[in-house]
């Protein structure tokens, strides 16, 4: 069936460092693919999308490029604040029809002043 | 628009108590979601609805889990009866679904089930 896997967690950087999170997924035809962030006690808010391929979403300084030969979306940002500290999720609808995401386990990103 | 909204924010019960929870989507929202969220498994959909009839329950993990849409503007879950393992924080998202694929997220429920 349909998955998303990212790269375990938990990611520690420092302030202005560069970030990637990497995100592989397997589906068939061409997904919607999202980046979800989850700061703490709140619930998940949608950080960008991309819903073909070689697509970018982009959002606050954050971007993933849709790359169907890799089945990849991975999340990057050039230089992180301590603001962006929040569990970050990978996700992707099926092409076709169906409303169900499916999400990958999260990464907790912590940023150190 | 205040979002969706959630109640209680937590929960404490006896195992083999009877749990509900409590979701009100954004108004005009076709779609409506339950997710469980633990450290174990991740976020894991339970159940969806659209326009309250429920499209998707693959999700539900056995029959003490039920939920019911009784109107546009609310939706329960009920864990009946509630074991240790139900313990989680559950997610009510909605959505208008179609070209509009965000999904918008209430703040959560934190069930803990001793």
């Known amino acids: 069936g349909d998955s998303v896997t990212q790269m375990e967690g938990p990611v520690t950087l420092s302030e202005e460092a560069f970030l990637t999170i990497n995100c592989t997924y397997t589906a068939t035809g061409y997904p919607s693919l999202f980046w979800y962030v989850q700061y703490p006690g709140e619930g998940l808010q949608l950080l960008l999308k991309a819903t073909k391929a070689d697509d970018k979403g982009s959002n606050k300084g954050f971007e993933a490029t849709y790359r169907k030969e890799t089945t990849s979306f991975h999340l990057e940002k050039g230089s992180v604040q301590v603001s962006d500290s929040a569990v970050y999720f990978c996700a992707l609808r099926k092409q076709g029809g169906s409303e169900k995401l499916v999400f990958g386990k999260g990464t907790k990103l912590t940023v150190n002043p | ?114």
Request: aromatic share 12%; hydrophobic share 30%; charged share 20%.
């Open chain 2, 1 to 114: 628009d205040a979002g969706v909204i959630q109640s209680p924010r937590h929960e404490v019960t006896e195992m083999g108590q009877e749990v509900t929870l409590r979701c009100k989507p954004i108004s005009g929202h076709d779609y409506l979601f339950w997710y469980r969220q633990t450290m174990m498994r991740g976020l894991e959909l339970l159940i969806y609805f659209n326009n309250n009839v429920p499209i998707d329950d693959s999700g539900m993990p056995e029959d003490r889990f039920s939920a019911k849409m009784p109107n546009a503007s609310f939706s329960t879950l009920k864990i009946q009866p509630s074991e240790p393992r139900d313990s989680a924080v559950y997610f009510c998202a909605s959505s208008l679904g179609g070209l509009s694929y965000e999904q918008y997220f209430g703040p959560g429920t934190r069930l803990t089930v001793t």
